[in-house]
């Protein structure tokens, strides 16, 4: 099973909807991460946390909220989705000690 | 803004060619590089990390100079599954990453 999961794959949702992408990890890490990837545009970090309680923006938090149910989730919502938010959305973990971190398989998101 | 450069590409070599990429970063507060390979929409995946003496890893060797904040990956006997694009990344100092916007490698027979 992989490390890293995240749910939905893919999504196609309208203008105006709300929208809830989640993390699961299995890897026992505290920290985890939220980017969007856009074409031309690289990775952009959109918020971290380092802990349950600790939530932090990242880049480009504006038109995002998250949450830290527990150690091994987090989850990103769209409170109300418009067509710039379309790109593909990866989670990551990583463990204090080190900066190396451990990606997702992606979310594509297509906001119509 | 902290910013790592990145030439795009894409790079077009033959099978067996050796290949070079550079990236430079502009925190010289950073302390952690890695490079990334990510291949056509799926996640990037770490590479190797980059150490202040150079490392190598098989076919690949990264190299850091500090001093002009650049780093260096060598690609040596490229193979077809070589090609993907790959992703210079440097730590932000709060203990968070910044990603070039990666180059494309493409290697043929």
């Known amino acids: 099973d992989a490390d890293v999961t995240q749910t939905p794959r893919n999504r196609i949702t309208k203008t105006g909807k709300r929208i809830m992408l989640e993390c699961s990890q299995t890897k026992g890490h505290d920290r985890m991460y939220w980017y969007r990837q856009d074409p031309g545009l690289g990775l952009r970090l959109i918020y971290y946390?380092?802990?349950?309680?600790?939530?932090n923006k990242g880049e480009i938090s504006d038109g995002y909220s998250v949450s830290r149910q527990a150690q091994a989730k987090f989850s990103l919502s769209l409170e109300s989705a418009i067509p710039n938010q379309t790109a593909l959305y990866f989670c990551?973990?990583?463990?204090?000690?080190?900066?190396?971190?451990?990606f997702g398989p992606g979310t594509r998101l297509t906001v119509l | 803004r902290k910013e790592v450069e990145q030439d795009p590409g894409p790079f077009n070599v033959p099978e067996g060619a050796t290949v070079a990429f550079n990236c430079t970063y502009s925190n010289s507060a950073s302390q952690s590089f890695f490079w990334y390979r990510q291949d056509c929409r799926k996640e990037p995946k770490l590479l190797m990390s980059?150490?202040?003496s150079g490392n190598e890893d098989g076919r690949f060797t990264a190299q850091l100079n500090r001093a002009s904040q650049y780093i260096s990956l060598l690609i040596r006997d490229s193979k077809l599954s070589d090609s993907a694009t790959y992703l210079c990344?440097?730590?932000?100092?709060?203990?968070?990453?910044?990603f070039g916007k990666g180059t494309m490698l493409l290697v043929s027979p």
């Open positions: 946390s380092f802990d349950v309680k600790d939530i």
């Open positions: 980059v150490y202040s």
């Open positions: 990551a973990t990583n463990s204090g000690g080190t900066d190396t971190q451990y």
């Open positions: 990344v440097v730590n932000s100092g709060y203990s968070t990453l910044t």
